[in-house]
């Protein structure tokens, strides 16, 4: 099933049972909500881009798990052609809201059950790939929009999910029935959390066997009971609530929140993991190869964006020929394109890990790609404001701009060239400030997926440096036997490559 953006937004319209607080009030229509409302349309871009002629064969791919067309957002990839078009349908949504669309964590999470409960499988255990897939058709099916909840709120970081004073710092299982489990804990810092029809939680590092409890993964509908989702602040979220339409430009915009799962119950049907502690480790690594990949798409959209409003904004004053503001503006280009090009990387280098199917980003390149968004982000929109002007932070408001009794002293000292009216100006800084300084830009690109320091810990897993040493011992004529393998990259495969 395909379900177009009405349709997704209809069918999250009434909550009977979740408890959904933004600013301290509890919101019963989150459609209709001035701060969450841009979230549900950056949302709904994902259900329209399957029915939008420039992003129809992008947004659609055929499902052999229900042997019809479905959104790509609840697709299993097939082959590196699906993990390329993933990244470019991403820098496409991006140009086309602004901001993060908030629906890929639930796609990765999918794709990394698919994988963990497939190896599971072969390796005899089979109950886990059997709900899985059942789970999966019901998704597919209904074209649902998902969350993906895998970062706890962790406690004490230096202690173990077993080992901490608040037990339930990470979600944890604190009851079993004969028809399911009962969870307790909270997920944190979740993508679009209160503008979805489900959440699929999986758990967010390696464990012992003393954390077996912790090392559960399911999925919910996010109206259930014991379910409470408290929404977070960002810049300039007021902005959505004033009534205008300038200063809140693109008026799309996402949201991270902290779901709490108050004994929330599970059925036996959606719990995917349980206790399986030795698999946690594979599946986050596998996860988060998957998500870092992605953001070589969301980023350099987002870069596209800015680089176009750093175009115009120069054009306003007349300075978009000019020889400094040109190299800056390549400068830009190659950072921008840099981040797409590793991430297109990491999708054409993909390989299957199943024996059916199961296929995978090359994890080292997914990692280099986030190395370089935790980076490159910052640069982009650094020369951005060096280029666009200190107006980029303190522009007036644009009612000061619609006020009868000022208006044509704002449009006289706003106004560059004369042929660009003060108000596209204005227009042109909002969209630079909204986005360039955005959570979704410069913070979640450090931290989303994981800080730069997880990805330096997977290059050192994954880099062969006794094998580059072998490579530099040859050259300097120093006796060494080298084995050359088939494979150019001294590289060793990541622990989900072992299994």
């Known amino acids: 099933m395909l379900r177009t953006g009405e349709q997704y937004v209809e069918g999250i319209r009434e909550r009977r049972h979740a408890k959904i607080y933004v600013m301290g009030k509890r919101v019963t229509d989150v459609t209709t909500n001035l701060f969450l409302k841009p979230s549900v349309l950056a949302f709904k871009a994902t259900f329209d881009a399957a029915f939008q002629e420039d992003t129809r064969d992008l947004a659609r791919a055929f499902s052999p798990f229900i042997n019809e067309e479905v959104n790509r957002f609840v697709h299993i990839h097939q082959g590196p052609q699906d993990l390329v078009a993933k990244v ?9 809201t602004g901001t993060c669309f908030q629906r890929c964590v639930g796609w990765d999470a999918l794709n990394t059950l698919y994988i963990v409960t497939g190896k599971m499988a072969e390796r005899g255990d089979g109950v886990y790939r059997e709900r899985f897939l059942k789970y999966l058709e019901h998704v597919q099916r209904r074209d649902l929009a998902l969350a993906g909840a895998m970062t ?8 173990r999910p077993s080992e901490q004073p608040n037990p339930d710092a990470y979600v944890r299982v604190v009851e079993e029935r004969d028809d399911g489990i009962v969870v307790s804990g909270a997920k944190a810092n979740i993508t679009g959390v209160a503008a979805v029809d489900e959440v699929v939680v ?33 810049i300039n979220d007021a902005r959505r609530m004033e009534g205008g339409d300038i200063d809140g430009v693109p008026y799309m915009a996402h949201h991270e929140g902290l779901i709490i799962f108050n004994n929330v119950f599970v059925p036996w049907d959606r719990v995917f993991m349980y206790k399986d502690w030795r698999w946690t480790g594979p599946l986050v690594e596998i996860f988060a190869s998957f998500h870092r990949q992605g953001y070589g798409g969301c980023k350099s959209g987002l870069g596209d964006v800015i680089i176009g409003a750093t175009y115009e904004l120069a054009k306003t004053i007349g300075v978009d020929n000019k020889p400094n503001v040109a190299d800056k503006l390549a400068e830009m280009v190659f950072l921008n394109e840099s981040m797409y090009s590793a991430g297109l990387a990491a999708s054409w280098e993909g390989s299957k890990l199943l024996k059916e199917g199961g296929w995978w980003v090359n994890p080292m390149y997914a990692n280099v790609t986030k190395h370089l968004v935790a980076r490159f982000p910052y640069e982009i929109s650094k020369l951005a404001h060096d280029i666009a002007g200190g107006i980029v932070g ?13 208006k044509n002293l704002l449009e006289k000292y706003l106004q560059g060239v004369p042929e660009i009216p003060a108000e596209e100006r204005l227009r042109l800084v909002r969209l630079l400030e909204n986005v360039s300084v955005s959570v979704g830009f410069l913070i979640e690109s450090v931290h989303g997926a994981g800080s730069p320091a ?6 050192n897993r994954l880099y062969d440096y006794e094998k580059a040493g072998e490579i530099a011992k040859a050259l300097s004529r120093i006796k060494v036997t080298v084995k050359w393998p088939k494979a150019p990259e001294p590289r060793r495969p990541s622990e989900s490559e072992k299994l």
Do not use: C, W
Not at 88 to 96: C, D, M
Not at 394 to 406: Q, V, Y
Not at 454 to 459: C, D, E, G, L, V
């Open 88 to 96: 470019k349908l991403l820098r496409r949504l991006s140009h086309k």
């Open 152 to 159: 706890d709120v962790k406690g004490v970081r230096t202690l």
């Open 202 to 234: 999986l758990p967010t590092r390696a464990m012992t066997e003393q954390d077996a409890a912790y090392a559960v993964s399911f999925a919910v509908p996010l109206d259930t009971p014991g379910v409470v989702v408290v929404v977070g602040r960002q």
């Open 454 to 459: 997880a990805q330096k810990i997977m290059f």
């Open 394 to 406: 303190t522009a007036p408001s644009e009612f000061d701009l619609k006020n009868e009794e000022i």
